[in-house]
């Protein structure tokens, strides 16, 4: 006769056979997790990415920026995008990791201690061409293949001594980001090594992935601190908990970069930057991407012509900075600009190569201490002969010396700006409240341009759309010239800008034209911005929204008007022709 297990041991077994299971369980929950959102870093980089991505997303481009691989893709549970960035190093063998790695280490000892510092372009020519050097000794001591002959080896070697510069004396893996056109910004929140980097997508890439994008990238406290030093260093500004922000205009990669630490930022240090647009905006490129429609980009083009007084107002991010740039080009080239700006964004170096004439006055910001203010920078450029004044923010003292100077005639030929608010009301509430201006002062604002962050249907997706186009009237007094219609999805013109415009009027009047003819002025510029934009499909060519085309086309506009006056079919059928002839020829 059998005995039966006692009752403890019955429990014991079945508590034990219970653990093995949840312990198992967890296993394969745990590799699971793991393998999903597997973190991978080289040994010379403190940047981690993830090289699997959520089972819900889909992927709706891929593209090669030089030799990193992008991947953008949406999620069917977020309306947040995810963007995948797969580095070259990420992709290397274990060899090669190991003798960049050991590079590194050599390349510290090697730095000459009279390298000229100041100079950042300079010491990363010097740490390439050195870790070249390195690179290729150290490939040869331990048998690292690379390349089949010289031609290859010696490619292959420049790629990975960028690589070596990019880990030492550069940006490290946000390189990658900092040299994607289809990004505008990018942040890094505290502490960095638990929030993963997220961005800004924008341009003309993919309208189903504008916006907001989290990102496969993790930096790691030595990363952040690194590139604050970076930073500190080039910048020459003070950073500490005594000067908890620092902001700096990253020249080599055209972006403007804020840090912020503690105590102001109490759970470490977050990061902000702001890609400034290489190939400026234009509003060609505004019409494809319907942030507004051809009519309005006439109308500024005339009012610009016209030598108005414009605010361009909005809030931040919503493409005011941008908006007032693409303006700029609708000056003619025999105009001269003067630009003063404490943060470098309108795109003063490209007009200069360009044939434009401009002159850029750069002054302190109001977290910066030394240097030039505003209101200095604005009492300078009115002695500097007549010029069209372009102020990159109008907001401190400044504003009554500028208003003083537009009211007595003293202003130049034209003066736009750009203002943070979001309707014609609030910038005469801001800046005759708040600003103290008088109202009487205010008048010599001619328009208003309001550029806005609307959500269709109420979506997480963000769109940027210019949502009025105001006149000033008399004192709190505004007439609409063009107004957004969120049916519609885009800016229409009211009966007031057809048939009541005061400034459109007095705009015709000193051309000696009516306003049925200026209406017509208008309509041509709208019809030639939109022939650019249709090319630009038809042909698949975006160069036809560049700034060259549209400087060449207002060019062409004024000799043609030339010629045959106000006739604008003329115009019209002139402009066709020549462009077909560009095309063709």
Known sequence: MSQSASPSKVLGAIIGEYKALKVADIRRKSIRILSSNMMVRPSFSSSWVSLRHAPDCKLEMEYNNETTKIGLYSKASSTESVYNVTPLEYRLDNNLVKIIYLAKQKLVEQIPTDLPLENPAQIRKFTKDAGRRILYS???????????????????????????????????LLEDLLNDNNIQDIYVDAPSQCNQVYLTLGGLVNPKLYGKAQSNIILDQDEMDGLISRLRYESGRPFSEAMPVLETDMEAFNTRA???????????????????????????????????SE????????????????????????????????????FPMSQRMITIEDTLELPVLKMQEMGFKVQSLYVSSSLSEGG??????????????????IMGEVRGKET??????????????SVIGTFHADSARSVYERVVHDMGIPPKSFLATDIIVISGLTRPMGTQKYTRRVTQISEVRGDNDFMDLMVYDEQKDRLVPTDHFKYRSEKIGSIARSWGISLEKAIDNIQTRAAIKKSLVHLSIVKRDPSFLSTVWIRDSNEMFWKLTEKHGIEYGGVLDGFQSWVGDRVHG
């Open 138 to 172: 150290l490939a040869k001591e331990n048998n690292v293949d690379l390349g089949s002959d010289r031609e290859e080896e010696s490619a292959f070697l420049d790629q990975i001594a960028e690589l070596l510069a990019k880990y030492t004396v550069g940006m490290g």
């Open 258 to 292: 804020t840090a912020i630490g503690p105590p102001l930022s109490p759970s470490g240090t977050a990061l902000a930057l702001r890609r400034h647009s290489i190939d400026p905006w234009t509003l060609t490129k505004f019409i494809a991407n319907e942030t507004l």
């Open 295 to 330: 009519l309005a980009a006439g109308l500024i083009s005339f009012l610009i012509d016209g030598r108005s007084t414009i605010l361009f107002a909005g809030s931040r991010g919503a493409g005011k900075s941008s908006l007032m740039g693409a303006a700029m080009l609708e």
């Open 372 to 389: 030039m203010s505003a209101e200095d920078a604005l009492r300078i450029s009115l002695r500097l002969g007549e010029s069209a004044i």
């Open 400 to 413: 009554k010396t500028l208003y003083e100077a537009m009211r007595a005639g003293t202003a130049g030929s």
